[in-house]
């Protein structure tokens, strides 16, 4: 150890205010904390944060189809699936010991108000049934948002010229928030009867949580579990699931309806609306540069607590891996201890498989 490592440990220790001898070696005194990382297994008896597989929720792209499995070239080891390739992929995560799927929808096609969403053959209704009948067990969760089903891909019908439910008074691109509700409640039932146990609404449209709830309760789907959202931020990490997703907004961008970055109550805010309509999970989104805000909310609501970990988050640790600058494992590992450390329950990642996999 190096003179100056000693010095800080000492003081570490609290000896900056005690009185000591005349001798330059400073002693470490009663208390050294070192004792307790001296071996593995007393730094496993005294962690704070355990990582388990069943923290983890494995999301999931699903296209029409047999037999499909496309890579998604940003994003390595992620793949583009159909409902009965999804389930195999499923069964290998669920085999490890991951819990729960999030599944994302890439329709055949796409219109301005995103009716693929309402297809009760569309891919996710498609997945969640192949998933609900292969492995009953598997949690299966429904990313609920209309930006991969239209075309302009913003997360519901738009206001536009010459569209239905145009208003001249409002701005032309502007999302229709009411309207919106209308459909999220509408597929949420689809998706909902196709088997899935969670519907999970991503949009930031003000009322989503609670359209949803109204309409679930109305089709008899009261035990169906709404995770929310709740703090979205717009995000620039979100870059690669827009490949995946095949997703990306044609015109502007989400910040008008997600959260921006530098705001920490209007989060709080977002969380308290979403519990007041019934939401039973909340989420923030992204993670790891909103660390602050997983704590925050955690420190102020009781209810469940998700954190996405975006795709951005994924990819730039595989792509410094890769050129060999990080240790993949280490720091996929080392980032999902520090999002639950941060207080999220559960977490949103595409390492999930991989995770549970080192874990085991
Ligand atoms: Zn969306």
Redesign the pocket.
């Known amino acids: 150890m190096s003179k100056d490592e000693h010095t800080s440990e000492g003081r570490k220790a609290g000896h900056d205010s005690t009185p000591t001898t005349s001798s330059s070696c400073v002693s470490a005194g009663p208390v050294r904390l070192r004792r307790l990382r001296f071996s593995s297994g007393l730094r496993a008896l005294v962690s704070e944060t355990h990582l388990s597989a069943s923290d983890l929720i494995y999301p999931l792209f699903v296209r029409p189809g047999t037999g499909v499995k496309k890579p998604i070239e940003s994003m390595p080891g992620q793949f583009q699936w159909s409902p009965d390739t999804a389930v195999e992929e499923a069964q290998a995560a669920a085999e490890w010991g991951v819990p729960a799927v999030i599944l994302f929808g890439i329709p055949e096609s796409k219109d301005s108000c995103g009716s693929g969403n309402l297809d009760p053959e569309g891919p996710v209704p498609a997945a969640a049934r192949a998933l609900k009948r292969e492995l009953p067990d598997l949690l299966v969760i429904s990313d609920m948002?209309?930006?991969?089903y239209t075309d302009h891909g913003?997360?519901?019908p738009v206001n536009l010229p010459g569209e239905e439910r145009y208003r001249p008074d409002l701005p032309e691109g502007y999302l229709l928030n009411d309207y919106t509700l209308e459909l999220l409640g509408r597929a949420s039932v689809v998706h909902a009867s196709a088997g899935a146990d969670v519907i999970a609404p991503?949009?930031?449209i003000d009322g989503m949580v609670g359209a949803i709830r109204t309409a679930l309760d109305a089709a008899g789907s009261e035990h169906t579990v709404i995770m929310s959202y709740a703090a979205k931020y717009a995000s620039a990490f979100y870059g690669p699931f827009r490949d995946a997703a095949e997703?990306p907004p044609t015109f502007g961008d989400?910040s008008q309806y997600q959260m921006d970055a530098p705001n920490v109550r209007q989060a709080l805010r977002e969380v308290e609306l979403d519990l007041a309509e019934g939401a039973d999970i909340v989420m923030v989104k992204p993670a790891l540069p909103y660390l602050d805000i997983i704590r925050a909310v955690r420190s102020t609501c009781a209810a469940p607590l998700a954190a996405y970990q975006v795709s951005g988050e994924y990819s730039m640790i595989h792509a410094a891996a890769d050129k060999g600058w990080l240790d993949l494992q280490g720091c996929a590992m080392e980032s999902l201890v520090g999002i639950k450390r941060a207080g999220a329950d559960m977490i949103i990642t595409y390492f999930a498989k991989d995770v549970a996999r080192w874990i085991a």
């Open positions: 948002c209309f930006c991969e913003h997360c519901g991503s949009g930031m997703s989400r």
